[in-house]
Structures are given as structure tokens and as C-alpha cells.
């Protein structure tokens, strides 16, 4: 466990909002791992993850003055980023990013990415709320978020059509909201 | 344009943070969020909700000089800050560069309890760039305190020096009594004053024994005045 010192993430995200570069380097040295991840998860091109974390962290120098310590967390609000670049960056592209690895979606990775997600109580509450939804819905939620898969995508592992996987995410979604306070 | 049905609107937030509207719907949910607070809310929510899930993203090393990359699209070389003006010389230089800027985020910290008298602080950084002293100036005298505690070799000691700007060698500013997290000192014949480098180097029992700092510099940074606005 890191000690926590006066220059945590909230901290860091004040400096750069008050356009201290240094303290943009620390937020990269200390999330650029786990923020590469969650580019590299939507894009599967390490290039083009590589553009996508460069264009996230000059949104993060340009936004952190919107990022407010009593309301967000700072690790979400930074991955939030991330993931917008990135999908941003997918759309550009027209989604043509490649869906075929057997890995995606899969559960070989699931049990370490279990652990990570319930250390926290909110990572818990999800856990526990996705596990109730159906399998379907649960699958589409998160090859959308995690893997950036547009509606045609998911259909076609799922073997049904776009409109029909857009409606299981949308009951997804509002199980979910009705599950987590 | 955003639908006014209440559910449809909070699917599309859900699917904006979901990423599965197209390019333009997304755009469209962005400018909205401009003017439309509630909407707003809505995206944010989901973001909080959703979080969790980034952590089956597997966490990767991104390539080398990517961090460069980013630091020369923010701030082009023309577009460049003026460097201070009298640098020291040698190891002193080199450690001026990065230290002085993160002293600058410390002063923008101090912001939350700002004091009418300008305050001289710094925070000092190991080689790796990690806080390690919060340093504060009292009138003539420094207070340290430590952010992240860590051993030393058992015959070794700290001490700090100090090295105020255009001299050309650091005054020593005596040592750290072992285990100590939390120290004044008061050097004599040296006074903080702004752009002043402090550094703690490691040093065989006693202190340099040279006057001048013989050992590994662990951790260095600059006195920067730290401003309210």
C-alpha cells in the first residue's frame, strides 16, 4: 500500500490545473500502466493506444480545473478520459479495430481483473449487481466498456442482431442503476 | 437532439459512458451536456457507476518516450517558459529543473489555507521523482517533515544542505537524527530565500566529514514562493 503523501491524485490534478507540468509527469508515472491498459483494452494496437494516451493526457492538462476532489474520484475521472480518447480515436477509425482476438470478453482474464475490481466497496456493488443481470446483458455492458465493441460488434459474438443486443444492454443498464444507490 | 422521455435520456447517458453511440450521437451528447445540467449529472453518474469495470482493462507498460511525446505536444519547444535566470552549476543544475516545478504544485496545494504573508516551500523529490520532504520556511529557519518514511543503511545518516542561488558550493544544515520524521533547523548564515536548492544526501556517521556533500543526493528541491491568486 502507497503511504499517502501530501501529493496524492487530487493533489496533483490541482497542481496541473494550475498548469504545473511537473505534476502531470507524476500523474503519468503513477497511472500510465494502468491508463495504457484501458486504452490498449479498447484499441488492441499498442500505436494507436500510445496516440490515444497522448491525446487523454492533453485533455488532462486542459480539463483538471473540472475535476472537483469532493465529488469525483480521481482514478475514475482519469480513466474516464482515457476511455473517451480512445473510443473517440475507435470512431475515427469507423470501429475497424480488429474484434477477433479469443482473449476478448473471455474469462481467462476475468479472475485477475476480479480481484482488482472488488478491492474497492464499489467495485463490490457492480460486481455483485452484474452478476445478477442476465448473462447476456452482463456480456454486452462490459465488451462495450471495457473493449469499446459498437452494437453491430457485440451482435455478431452474440449471434443476434444490433437492435436486439442495444435492448439487453439497455435492460442491463437500468438493472444496474436500480441495483447501485 | 436529446429526447425530453426522462428513461430515454438516461439510456443515452448510460450508452454515452458505455461508448456505444455513434460518432455523432456521442457528439451530440457532449455539446448537450454544455448547457444541459441534468444531463450532465446523468453522464457523470454513470461514469461513477461504470468505474469499477476499467479494471478488466489488464494494465500495460506503454512504449518507451511516450511520456516526451506528450510533454513536447504541451508545451512545443517555441512555446517554451523562460528558463531562470542564475543557475548553479553541476549536480545543482540538473536537479533545479524538475524539483522547482513540483515545489510550484505544492504552492498551488497551499492554495486551500492561504496566508497573507508570501510562504517559501518546497517539496523534496527522490531520483525517481517521488515526494519524500515537505519543506517549509519559518522566518530564518526550514521546517521538514517527511511524506514517506524509509530506512536507511544502518551506518549512514542525512543531512541537508543548502545552496542559496548564485553561490557556487551548499552549506551544510546539519543532520537528520535517525528515525526523525519531523525537524526544524535554523542555519546560521543562511537565510531561505527564493530559488534556494535544499538537498539531503546520504553521508557516514557525523556528517561529511569534507564540509561539501560526499555521498548519494537521496532527495533535492527549490524554495519556491508559494502564492495565493
Known sequence: MDTTSVLDLPGLLAAVAAGDRAALRIVYARQSTRLFGVANAILRERDVAADALQEAFLRIAGRAGQ???????????????????????????????????????????????????????????????LARLEPRSRAGIVLAFVHGLSHPQIAERLDTSPGTVRS?????????????? | ??????????????????????????????????????????VLAWEARLAP??????????????????????????????????????????????????????????????????????????QGDQPAWLVEADRGALRLAALNPRPLPPDRVMQIWALPPGATAPTSLGLIPAGEGRLTVAP??????????????????????????????????????????
Not at chain 2, 447517458?13 to 445540467?37: C, N, Q
Not at chain 2, 523562460?82 to 498551488?108: D, H, N, T, Y
Request: negative net charge.
Open chain 1, 67 to 129: 475535476f472537483d476532489p469532493a465529488r469525483d474520484n480521481a482514478e475514475a475521472w482519469l480513466a474516464a478520459i482515457v476511455r473517451h480518447a480512445a473510443l473517440d480515436m475507435l470512431r475515427a477509425r469507423g470501429r475497424e479495430m480488429p474484434t477477433d482476438d479469443p482473449m476478448l470478453g473471455e474469462e481467462a482474464e476475468a479472475a485477475q481483473a476480479e480481484a482488482r475490481m472488488i478491492a474497492t466497496a464499489e467495485g463490490r456493488s457492480l460486481r455483485d449487481c
Open chain 2, 53 to 126: 469495470l476499467t479494471e478488466f482493462a489488464q494494465p500495460e507498460t506503454p512504449p518507451p518516450g511516450l511520456w516526451e511525446r506528450i510533454a513536447g505536444a504541451l508545451d512545443p519547444p517555441a512555446a517554451a517558459a523562460p528558463a531562470p535566470a542564475p543557475r548553479p552549476s553541476g549536480i545543482w543544475r540538473i536537479w533545479a529543473l524538475g524539483a522547482s516545478a513540483v515545489a510550484a504544485a505544492l504552492a498551488a496545494l497551499l492554495l486551500l489555507s492561504p496566508k497573507p504573508e508570501p510562504r517559501l516551500t518546497t517539496v523534496l523529490l527522490t
Open chain 2, 188 to 229: 546560521e548564515g543562511v537565510r531561505p530565500e527564493p530559488g534556494m536548492l535544499i538537498e539531503i544526501t546520504l553521508e557516514p556517521p557525523g556528517g561529511s566529514p569534507a564540509g561539501q556533500p560526499t555521498g548519494p543526493v537521496l532527495f533535492v528541491g527549490r524554495l519556491v514562493v508559494a502564492t495565493g491568486s
Open chain 2, 1 to 42: 437532439m436529446i429526447p425530453a422521455d426522462p428513461a430515454e435520456r438516461e439510456a443515452l447517458a448510460g450508452e454515452y459512458v458505455l461508448g456505444t453511440l455513434t460518432a455523432s450521437e456521442a457528439r451530440g451528447i457532449e455539446r448537450a451536456m454544455d448547457t444541459d445540467d441534468a444531463l450532465r449529472e446523468a
Open chain 1, 168 to 181: 439487453w444492454i439497455r435492460r442491463g443498464l437500468i438493472a444496474l442503476r436500480g441495483g447501485l444507490a
